[in-house]
């Protein structure tokens, strides 16, 4: 089953699972506790979100850079080291160094890792920018294939093509020597990326289309619309949101967000930096992504500003000393504050349902006060990911118990959203404060992740 969910990594899930069942036990007076997150990753993780960053791997050996790195973030994105001309400097010799190594640094750390990019006009190695026509389109897909192949388990997200549509008023695509092997090289490359790594979710990623009424914005949501409907297997847009005086923040921004949710797709903020780090604006940016229940991560493009591609334009969350910039403040009240996955989505309701049809549910329809759990496992060798869909049957639910029994030889290591007893064979789960009340017919998800195998787990949920 090709169901691989958001790793919301987790080094602090237990202790968030333990601040929720306390705010639970003080929440007599209140409707919605404040969440208790104190870093980005963690605030993230209890909205069943992750907080991600752009790596630069030269920059691993700096501690001052790892140092805010593993406190804060639980996805990481390679900033240069898995574009073309980096992971196949010549044809058909692949160089997997760098890459490897920001992987090693994020998984072994509980980090989840976005990929980035397989095929993209930009970033061409020199014996590929020479190449046209059918030879080209090879290659093209003989590269898709490999890569996403040597990190097959290991990319949760691969952005599978970058940048394939035109600035301006034209909507249309971009000219590029990828672009004149035929209009269905897109389609092509996700095919190809499907094959070679069927667990990883499959994006199109762009920039300068966060403006709704932009032609460059409709014309990737055409794009995204045709393929759902042909089947062309893509899971989700990323939205880079590198905001500046030229191409700013917009506050249509969240109806675009939605508009492509709504397609059917997740949607993520895949490399967002804000000239000048207005708090106002990243906060807007952080709440547009929380209202939308499919928006489910967001990377800036880099830690400190000195780190930053746009360095002159002081745009992220950290000064170069490495302290917290204003912004870096709103941004996390507004992880902590901002609605949750169990609000009523603000999609609309033509929203197709988050699995793919053909996933057979794993339980029973609920009775009337019931509810259903479904699982979805990311595998890899020696471990894997489950995140845990929880849905309220005909009535609201005011707090869930979740059971799955664990095949010998799995143990829990870490969890999210959730509270847990037990972490080998039969174990428990159950709301934290914020996720526990979910309405009739609506959802909230919980992770965890473990060692060993899961082969295929059986869920069963009752409302408590
Ligand atoms: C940028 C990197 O940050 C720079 O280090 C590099 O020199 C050029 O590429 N859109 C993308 C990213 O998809 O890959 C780009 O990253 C920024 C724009």
Redesign the pocket.
């Given at each position: 089953m090709r169901s691989t969910r958001w790793k919301a990594a987790s080094r602090a899930a237990i202790a968030l699972a333990g601040a929720g069942a306390l705010a639970a036990g003080m929440a007599l007076f209140v409707t919605a506790p404040a969440s208790a997150g104190t870093t980005l990753g963690a605030s993230a993780a209890e909205k069943g979100r992750y907080f991600g960053t752009?790596v630069?791997g030269f920059k691993l050996s700096d501690s001052a850079y790892t140092t805010i790195l593993n406190r804060e973030f639980n996805s990481v994105t390679a900033?240069?080291e898995m574009?073309m001309n980096a992971t196949e400097p010549q044809q058909n010799q692949f160089s997997y160094g760098a890459a490897d190594q920001i992987v090693n640094h994020a998984r072994s750390r509980g980090m989840s890792v976005r990929g980035?990019?397989l095929a993209?006009h930009?970033?061409q190695p020199g014996w590929m920018e020479s190449m046209s026509g059918s030879a080209l389109r090879q290659a093209m897909l003989n590269h898709v294939t490999q890569v996403a192949t040597h990190f097959r388990g290991r990319v949760v997200a691969w952005?599978v093509v970058?940048?394939a549509f035109a600035d301006g008023s034209s909507g249309g695509r971009r000219d590029s020597n990828l672009q004149r092997t035929g209009n269905d090289w897109i389609e092509a490359a996700f095919r190809a990326a499907r094959a070679a790594d069927p667990g990883a979710k499959l994006c199109y990623?762009d920039?300068n289309t966060d403006n709704w009424t932009h032609a460059k914005t409709q014309g990737v949501y055409n794009m995204v619309r045709d393929f759902k409907a042909r089947g062309v297997p893509i899971d989700c847009v990323g939205f880079?949101s590198?905001f500046n005086n030229d191409s700013p923040y917009v506050s249509n921004y969240r109806t675009t967000l939605s508009s492509f949710a709504a397609l059917g797709v997740d949607v993520q903020i895949?490399?967002l930096d804000i000239q000048g780090a207005s708090a106002n604006t990243y906060r807007s940016v952080v709440e547009d992504c929380l209202a939308v229940a499919r928006c489910n991560g967001i990377t800036v493009?880099?830690i400190r500003d000195s780190d930053?591609?746009r360095a002159s334009q002081t745009p992220l969350l950290f000064n170069n000393n490495g302290s917290k910039k204003p912004a870096y403040d709103a941004v996390l009240a507004a992880l902590n504050n901002g609605t949750t996955p169990t609000d009523p989505p603000t999609d609309p309701p033509t929203d197709p349902p988050t699995d793919p049809p053909t996933d057979p549910p794993t339980t029973p329809p609920p009775g009337p006060g019931g509810c259903t759990a479904t699982v979805s496992v990311n595998q890899w060798t020696g471990g894997f990911v489950a995140n845990v869909r929880v849905t309220a049957g005909s009535s609201a639910l005011s707090g869930w118990t979740v059971t799955i029994a664990l095949p010998s030889g799995a143990t829990v290591t870490n969890a999210w959203s959730a509270n847990r007893s037990g972490n080998t064979g039969t174990t428990n789960w159950t709301n934290v404060a914020y996720n526990g009340q979910v309405g009739a017919g609506q959802s909230t998800e919980y992770g965890f992740q473990a060692n060993g195998t899961a082969g295929s787990l059986s869920p069963t949920c009752s409302a408590r």
């Open positions: 752009a630069a900033e240069n574009k980035h990019t993209w930009s970033q952005d970058n940048e990623n920039y880079q590198h895949t490399e493009w880099g930053s591609w």
